[in-house]
């Protein structure tokens, strides 16, 4: 059995990830291990509303409690949303190795966009071949799946993500508006 104590993904209206340094303390970090332009498949272009076969930025990021790795997360935008992000902030979701000052959120605000509100489904199962190795999982432990998507109040999507997590060490807390 793994005691690495317990991460909370919480979400917030406005957030564009979890709030991953507050709640996990100080041996967490956020690894990008891929980003750059890509073509939507099939699910992906559902979920933006877009066509198949569209220009999608694709960001892959590991977030790491300690030295192991609890999150995955896959990440698409519009291909003319990363490309108005990158010209208007001068930030690239594109590039992996860009620098971000604040967070994706933030950019999209500064680019001229408006996100108004995500949409997440929370659902389990047993982790395929890669996450187990990936994240350590020993056998028996499903994962944590969330799906979100990004609108404006025009219900435009922005953006979408898949979020992998260990299910023996995740959890999710909502805040909700009323």
């Known amino acids: 059995m793994r005691d690495l104590g317990t ?22 970090k956020i690894e990008t291990v891929e980003a750059s332009y890509d073509v939507a498949n099939h699910e992906v272009a559902q979920r933006l509303g877009i066509g198949r076969g569209d220009r999608v930025v694709h960001r892959v990021r590991r977030y790491y409690k300690g030295r192991h790795i609890v999150l995955l997360h896959d990440q698409w935008l519009p291909g003319e949303v990363g490309a108005r992000i990158h010209s208007e902030t001068g930030y690239d979701p594109a590039d992996k ?48 799946i969330t799906l979100r998507t990004t609108r404006d109040a025009s219900q435009i999507e922005l953006e979408t993500s898949t979020f992998v997590a260990t299910g023996d060490r995740a959890e999710q807390t909502y805040t909700v508006a009323m």
């Open 7 to 28: 991460v909370d993904m919480h979400s917030q209206p406005g957030d564009a990830h979890p709030a991953w340094g507050s709640t996990t303390g100080d041996d967490s």
């Open 97 to 144: 190795d860009a620098h971000e000052r604040t967070d994706l959120y933030s950019f999209m605000r500064e680019a001229g966009y408006q996100p108004a509100q995500t949409t997440e489904r929370v659902s389990t199962r047993m982790p395929d071949p890669d996450e187990r190795d990936v994240m350590s999982i020993p056998p028996g432990v499903p994962v944590l």
